[in-house]
């Protein structure tokens, strides 16, 4: 028999009921947060295995590049990657690269292969073909959470929130804040930390969430959207890939996100940024590498580069690197 998350709520909701208890602290209380840590940390094991197929393994504890490191000043690259999909081949021979403080423009029509690439970088899909390179050390066919465990956040297109939690437990997903003492060892969870940091965070950003304890399948698609941002920037210490992050934001938010790829630049780490918006790519970008039909087709500097050069090499009537 499984239990979801809602029937969780459910419970923990028609419990304060009949027992006429407003108090969540509880002992009835607390021994439903235990359930529920112990519920998240198995849907997190299964979020973490999502898709992956069946590739090579790694070893716990194999040192990084063990099977030989590869010269690269690179912080992340990605080399020839080949990945196909039945009859269609999404990568042909992909490449890209990004240096550590940099904010690079992932750009390319519909179907270009953007979201193939990214995602075939952290792990949840295996190349086919091709190297990927993290300080110089192979990384092609790890989990995602091994990737998420060298610093490597993914704000996905699709998302991937979990729907029935709210705000606050989507942003600690898999990374819940324990109580202190004795109840923490009881997975008692401290939900009020959990909240006050979320709210921060989401303030930083510009987002009003009026109810935070609603789950987030009742927020709008852009405040959705807010939370996927906020949840990798929190934790990606080295690099944050962001999948079209601002295509259901109004202005104001746009503003705000582009403001804090800034500011994670400004702390030293790296983001790569896939967009439609060229507004938006030139004002936060330091360089723009555009994929074309599975292949990069173009690497350029931002304030050296024309809108007709990158609408040009993304549509392929401009070229400045041949499919490698
Ligand atoms: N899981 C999948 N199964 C089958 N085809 C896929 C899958 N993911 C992507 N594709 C195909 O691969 C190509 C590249 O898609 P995608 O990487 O999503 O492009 P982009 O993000 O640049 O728009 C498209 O033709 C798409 O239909
Ligand atoms: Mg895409």
New binding site residues.
């Given amino acids: 028999m499984t239990y979801s998350l809602v029937d969780v709520e459910r419970w923990r909701y028609s419990i304060f009921r009949k027992l006429n208890c407003q108090d969540r602290e509880n002992a009835l209380s607390r021994a439903l947060d235990t359930l529920e840590t112990l519920l998240l940390a198995s849907i997190n094991k299964q979020i973490s295995e999502f898709?992956r197929p069946a590739g090579r393994g790694f070893e716990a504890g194999e040192p990084l590049g063990g099977r030989g490191a590869v010269t690269t000043n690179a912080l992340l690259e990605a080399r020839g990657v080949r990945?196909r999909?039945?009859a269609?081949?999404?990568?042909r021979g992909a490449s890209f690269s990004i240096n550590a403080g940099e904010v690079v423009a992932l750009m390319?029509?519909?179907?270009?292969?953007?979201?193939?690439?990214i995602?075939t970088i952290c792990g949840v899909?295996s190349p086919d073909e091709g190297e990927i390179l993290f300080h110089g050390q192979s990384i092609a066919g790890r989990t995602p959470s091994e990737i998420h465990g060298m610093g490597i956040e993914t704000v996905y297109?699709d998302l991937a929130l979990a729907p029935d939690l709210d705000t606050a437990a989507n942003l600690y997903l898999g990374r819940e804040v324990l109580a202190k003492g004795v109840l923490g060892w009881f997975g008692v969870l401290n939900r009020k930390k959990m909240a006050g940091h979320a709210q921060q965070v989401l303030t930083d950003l510009n987002v009003n969430i009026k109810d935070p304890a609603a789950p987030v399948a009742m927020l709008s698609g852009g405040q959705q959207q807010s939370v996927a941002v906020a949840r990798a920037v929190t934790w990606a210490n080295e690099l944050v890939i962001m999948?079209e992050p601002t295509a259901a934001l109004g202005v104001p938010q746009t503003r705000a996100v582009l403001d804090l790829i800034r500011r994670v630049r400004d702390s030293g780490r790296s983001v790569v940024l896939?967009s439609h918006s060229l507004p938006d790519v030139l004002a936060v970008s330091d360089r723009i590498e555009v994929?074309r039909l599975?292949t990069r087709v173009a690497r350029l500097t931002t304030k050296d580069t024309t809108e007709e050069q990158i609408v040009g090499a993304m549509t392929g009537a401009f070229t400045s690197e041949e499919a490698e």
């Avoid at 269609?88 to 990568?91: C, D, G, I, P, S």
């Avoid at 519909?110 to 193939?116: P, R, Y």
């Fill in positions: 898709s990945k999909f039945g269609v081949e999404a990568l390319g029509d519909n179907g270009a292969g953007k979201s193939t690439l995602k899909h297109q999948d896939i994929l599975g």
